[in-house]
């Protein structure tokens, strides 16, 4: 049988192992495909012919064509989307409702009709469909007051069907409309349990920090403040370049310069140094024609102390 298995030219799966078949055989009756191995295994599965199998029992004309449909919206692994047949299941549920209404409103029209049938023979009591008893006299009185209720005529099915629509309508709105009063009634609950919680401090007026920078130049004064400062990060020098190269080189442009060597993680490969320099000079700094070239300059950012370190 070996020798009779088909190339799939499709990308669908095994049925038992849900591998993709590339040569395999299939089912005569849904059009499922197997590995011929796994066909094997299968205790549902008769062989008719060395390319033809059949894995379940025949299937009508509207089966096959929904399982031709499945495998059309399938993906290239053979699975359908879960959310599909959760559609059709809810669809069937709603129609299976509408339809139970309508059994029921059809069945308490035919009970009623059957009361007052039987009331016109002479009747004084009978036993209506639930096993319960009725009077006559007040069922006479009901359908007199009733103008939903036709005569009753076997033959007039039109009649029964509207007034079973009409029926259900009304019962519909009456539905929508006790839903409705509910869920204002739960919104008024809420609302009365819940208050609106104001911040406090949308209260107070923002604090405004008003700073300012003396330009007064005296030289005559004692106090004198100090410039303000900037570090740079420099790395890719070469491993044995010392802190004083680095201060030569940028002395000339940066007098109050300053050079530390950092500890970097492979000293033998690149040196890194921290460069502090006046805040005025920064940008100037940051130029590429003031380094050699391959030099890498950022800004030095301090790390945060933790509390171990402050202690």
């Known amino acids: 049988m070996a020798g009779g298995a088909s190339t799939c030219n499709l990308l669908v799966s095994c049925k038992?192992?849900?591998?993709?078949?590339?040569?395999?055989?299939?089912?005569?009756?849904?059009?499922?495909?197997?590995?011929?191995?796994?066909?094997?295994?299968?205790?549902?599965?008769?062989?008719?012919?060395?390319?033809?199998?059949?894995?379940?029992?025949?299937?009508?004309?509207?089966?096959?064509?929904?399982?031709?449909?499945?495998i059309l919206i399938a993906d290239e692994n053979g699975k359908v989307d879960i959310r599909i047949i959760n559609y059709i299941l809810k669809q069937k549920d709603i129609i299976i409702s509408e339809l139970r209404n309508q059994i029921d409103s059809l069945k308490y029209q035919?009970?009623?009709?059957?009361?007052?049938?039987?009331?016109?023979?002479?009747?004084?009591?009978?036993?209506?469909?639930?096993?319960?008893?009725?009077?006559?006299?007040?069922?006479?009185?009901?359908?007199?007051?009733?103008?939903s209720l036709t005569d009753i005529n076997p033959l007039n099915n039109k009649q029964i069907e509207l007034s079973t629509n009409s029926k259900i309508d009304s019962n519909n709105e009456h539905k929508k409309n006790m839903v409705a009063t509910n869920d204002n009634s739960e919104n008024e609950v809420k609302?009365?349990?819940?208050?609106?919680?104001?911040?406090?401090?949308?209260?107070?007026?923002?604090?405004?920090?008003?700073?300012?920078?003396?330009?007064?130049?005296?030289?005559?004064s004692s106090i004198k403040a100090i410039k303000k400062k900037a570090h740079l990060f420099v790395s890719r020098l070469e491993p044995d370049t010392k802190p004083e190269a680095v201060t030569n080189l940028l002395k000339q442009e940066f007098p109050e310069v300053e050079c530390e060597p950092i500890t970097t993680k492979y000293p033998n490969l690149y040196a890194s140094f921290k460069i502090t320099i006046n805040f005025d000079n920064f940008s100037k700094a940051m130029e590429p024609n003031k380094w050699p070239e391959g030099t890498l300059v950022t800004r030095f950012?301090?790390?945060k102390k933790t509390q171990e370190q402050t202690k």
């Open 16 to 70: 038992k192992c849900k591998a993709k078949v590339t040569t395999g055989i299939k089912c005569k009756n849904c059009g499922n495909y197997f590995h011929l191995s796994c066909a094997k295994l299968v205790k549902s599965v008769k062989f008719i012919s060395e390319n033809e199998i059949t894995c379940c029992d025949d299937l009508n004309a509207d089966d096959k064509d929904f399982n031709e449909a499945l």
């Open 191 to 220: 609302d009365s349990l819940w208050t609106t919680v104001v911040s406090k401090k949308s209260n107070r007026r923002p604090r405004q920090n008003h700073i300012i920078v003396g330009d007064k130049v005296n030289n005559v």
């Open 110 to 147: 035919l009970d009623h009709k059957l009361t007052k049938l039987k009331c016109n023979e002479g009747l004084h009591t009978l036993q209506s469909t639930n096993g319960s008893p009725v009077n006559c006299a007040d069922n006479m009185e009901h359908f007199k007051q009733d103008n």
């Open 301 to 303: 950012f301090h790390r």
